[in-house]
């Protein structure tokens, strides 16, 4: 293990905590935390401020790669800046026992829910369910609001021994909340490899890992039947939402569910639409900020 680390870090909207997160820890190696704004209170059911601020922070062995992975991060954040301006990395040299010693924030979603990094602390509570989560390489880790909303539809949503199929899994994140909420069997889809490896890593770090059902891919696929499906979620663009919405409402049982986000608010009416000739009745929408999150339901 080095003796030294180098710690990387900046500020910005909470909306981009995931890309930052996946940019840090594709170039870092010690870790990546994600510190969230306070003066909200969880056990009242209140939830950060839209598109409050959060500082993310990377952990980088001092060594020959170094400088390569710094610049990376560098280039990496300028590219960022441009759909929103993000101030320069912020540097610090720690020592491997103040490495060792660091603490991990986690995040608590709708009632009972706790995503929580590996070496976080919290206020724990005797129903809590606790997602152990590292992102890997993949988006989802429970900031952005996107994520948050489809855990607070699926806390909702998932029934005892359902059948859910998470489109687009990333992390894995929605894979292991449906798994913790009480899911009988979880399929998981994505077009990244990358993505498919932290899902398998994820669920591993939840003893979970005999449960693992992630496959490259997208819809159509034989290995989902049609109408086999209770829940289905993704939290996915408007774009690809509404391409699919033929092939994600087919995936669904009678009475099933689909649970979307990942859509700009402003595109909300044309994903509606193309559920709605799809066969699915929109039964639900929340809005936070500039994202939309959506639940329809399959009745025919």
Avoid at 77 to 86: A, G, K
Avoid at 198 to 212: P, Q, R, T
Wanted: aromatic share 6%.
């Amino acid at each position: 293990m080095p003796s030294q680390w180098l710690e990387l870090s900046t500020e910005a909207p909470g909306e981009y905590a995931e890309p930052l997160t996946h940019l840090f820890a594709r170039y870092g190696e010690g870790g990546v935390v994600v510190e969230e704004a306070g003066g909200f209170n969880p056990d009242e059911g209140e939830t950060p401020p839209v598109n409050a601020p959060v500082i993310v922070r990377a952990y980088l062995p001092i060594d020959a790669t170094t400088d390569d992975r710094r610049s990376k991060i560098d280039l990496g954040l300028r590219l960022i800046s441009y759909l929103h301006p993000i101030p320069p990395l912020k540097e610090r040299i720690l020592e491997d026992r103040e490495w060792e010693l660091q603490e991990f924030e986690s995040v608590r979603v709708g009632k009972r829910m706790v995503i929580a990094p590996e070496g976080s602390n919290w206020d724990r509570k005797s129903d809590d369910i606790v997602i152990k989560l590292d992102p890997g390489l993949a988006f989802g880790t429970g900031h952005h609001p996107t994520t948050r909303m489809c855990m607070l539809y699926l806390e909702k949503t998932i029934s005892p021994g359902c059948k859910v199929l998470d489109l687009g899994c990333g992390s894995g994140i929605l894979t292991l909340a449906a798994f913790k909420l009480g899911a009988g069997s979880v399929t998981g889809l994505d077009i990244e490899a990358d993505a498919i490896k932290a899902s398998h890593d994820n669920l591993g770090k939840n003893d979970l890992e005999h449960e693992a059902d992630f496959h490259l891919g997208s819809l159509p696929n034989s290995i989902i039947p049609a109408g086999s499906i209770d829940v289905t979620v993704a939290n996915i663009s408007a774009n690809i939402l509404i391409v699919l919405a033929p092939h994600i409402v087919a995936t669904l049982a009678h009475d099933g569910v689909f649970v979307g986000s990942g859509l700009l608010a402003e595109r909300k009416d044309e994903v509606e639409t193309a559920f709605t000739e799809a066969g699915a009745e929109f039964t639900d929408l929340t809005i936070s900020g500039d994202w939309a999150a959506f639940s329809a339901v399959m009745r025919s």
